[in-house]
């Protein structure tokens, strides 16, 4: 290949989650559902219970104490890396000193009433539907939450595992990107069963309500590598993350009223602790000097402050296995159909940009040859939510896919702002031939890549460039002004058509 992809070296990474990673499933019912017919029928028993679970909370020692707590609070997330592996990899953006990210970013007012999953394991659909969807939402419609609050149990009662107890948060994101949601009120919620499922006439209605889709929020592949600053990035651009952490201790047993958790020394050795599904809502850079995320849980609102307590980003990267990002709902601007895009070459070496040239409106090239070996990064700055695809050019003419360079890595690229393509490897100048040509897709709607790649090598064209605007003629942008210089910078207006498409041709020594 003319141009080839090499990985970079391993850089230091503050990987998320202490101990090993294969979480326990959080249980689903718990004791008080048994006692509680007994209760009714025979009040006066809850005096001696109360004495009898205070003694044990006294004399029982921690764990005992841990797996008290766990009988009163539900959980129900099935941590698991090859679950999470399945996800597709979020792609950053780049820390942008002339335009950082918000200091603080709380999406708690779009937010619904905090309300308890009670005795079922079913905290992936509450912290999925009814809280993140229910987020994005509110805030793309500027509606009342509660109004337009979506069902854990339509959700829950089609993704769990046996025994309603649990389920993977992938799941649920699946099933909200492929069938979509019902509110509340259509699909009422109820911890006694599992097992009563949605109609055809249901399933047709939640298609209105699906969302874009989703990606973790990992650095690269490494599962157990989660990306705070992907976290944040998400949430400043209104974007709620689902998560799976590890939990038990202090944060069953002593966060009522309480607006920050802070874990006993105890809790660090997480015993007794199991999985549980949560929503990310919420930062702050500067809480007590260290940052935090604020989460809401589904414990009611008599848990942490009115149902959402704060968690620093130390604590948050310890406890925390999975973080699933939703894609946002589309960023509102002025104008939807004006379409600005600028693309750079970006040296690895000097970090600077490789000069180009204008030869035309579609064809790009750089204004000096380029010693063989060079490594550089593609950096692309969207102003709206799009999908980016790059190709490159064989010796022999035809067309192969350098990004995404895995099936893994996601080319959304939802959160606008400017991203370094790719992340965990360099595009590296081979010996062979004077030049080497790819081209950049950058699209509206998502693109299947792979058959893509296959129109271009069958498109018909005197050379990379013909072959390129051939397969693509129904789709490509033609009315956009661009200019060149240290990046390519491009300005659509097309309301009609979805997909913008440069060539760079790469001199080489």
């Known amino acids: 290949m003319p141009i080839r992809m090499r990985k970079d070296p391993d850089q230091p990474n503050n990987s998320g989650g202490g101990g090993n990673y294969r979480g326990r499933s959080g249980g689903g019912r718990g004791i008080i559902s ?41 959980t129900g997330a099935t941590l698991d890396p090859v679950q999470f592996d399945r996800a597709k990899i979020y792609e950053p953006i ?71 107890q649990g389920s993977y948060i992938i799941r649920a994101m699946e099933k909200m990107t492929e069938q979509g949601s019902v509110p509340y009120s259509d699909f009422a919620y109820t911890d006694e069963n599992c097992n009563n499922m949605p109609d055809q006439s249901l399933i047709q209605q939640a298609g209105q309500f699906k ?37 038990g201790g202090s944060f069953m047993t002593d966060m009522k009223g309480k607006n920050k958790w802070t874990p006993q020394e105890r809790d660090y050795q997480m015993a007794g602790f199991g999985g549980h599904a949560m929503a990310v809502i919420g930062y702050d850079d500067e809480m007590d000097g260290e940052g ?47 379409f600005e895009m600028r693309i750079g070459l970006l040296l690895n070496t000097q970090k600077q940009y490789i000069p180009l040239t204008k030869e035309n409106d579609f064809t790009y090239r750089t204004q000096s040859p380029l010693t063989p070996g060079t490594l550089f990064k593609i950096e692309v700055t969207n102003n709206l939510d799009c999908y980016t695809y790059v190709f490159g050019q064989e010796t022999d003419g035809s067309s192969y896919v350098l990004f995404p ?19 965990d490897y360099s595009m590296e100048l081979d010996d062979l031939g004077r030049q080497d040509k790819m081209a950049i897709i950058v699209s509206k709607q998502a693109l299947n890549y792979k058959q893509l790649n296959n129109a271009f ?32 910078s491009i300005v659509a207006n097309s309301p009609q058509k979805n997909t913008l498409a440069i060539v760079i041709a790469i001199d080489k020594e």
């Open 405 to 423: 360079y895995t099936e893994k890595h996601s080319a959304y690229c939802g959160i606008v702002g400017t991203r370094l393509f790719p992340r």
């Open 34 to 74: 048994m006692l509680l017919p007994l209760l009714i029928r025979n009040p006066k028993l809850l005096i001696p219970l109360l004495l009898i679970f205070g003694a044990i909370y006294f004399f029982g020692g921690k764990e005992t104490a841990v797996n008290v707590a766990s009988m009163v609070f539900s």
């Open 211 to 247: 969302m874009k889709g989703f990606n973790r929020l990992t650095k690269g592949d490494n599962v157990q590598a989660l990306d705070l600053n992907g976290i944040r990035q998400n949430l400043a651009q209104g974007a709620p993350v689902v998560i799976g952490m590890m939990v």
């Open 457 to 488: 090598n069958q498109a018909k064209g005197n050379d990379f460039e013909d072959k390129i605007q051939n397969a693509l003629q129904n789709e490509i942008i033609t009315d956009f002004q661009s200019s060149a210089g240290k990046q390519v």
């Open 94 to 164: 780049i820390n942008d000193p002339s335009n950082p990210l918000p200091v603080r970013v709380s999406l708690a007012q779009y937010a619904p009433q905090r309300l308890n999953q009670g005795q079922q394991g079913s905290c992936v659909a509450w912290s999925s539907a009814y809280a993140a969807r229910t987020i994005l939402e509110s805030s793309a419609s500027g509606k009342d939450p509660n109004t337009v609050r979506f069902s854990p149990s339509f959700l829950y009662n089609q993704i769990k595992l046996q025994g309603c």
């Open 292 to 338: 935090a995320f604020q989460i809401m849980n589904s414990w009611g609102d008599d848990w942490g402050n009115n149902g959402l307590a704060w968690v620093s980003y130390r604590d948050f990267m310890y406890f925390t296995k999975e973080a699933y990002a939703l894609f946002p709902m589309g960023r509102r601007i002025d104008n939807p159909e004006k």
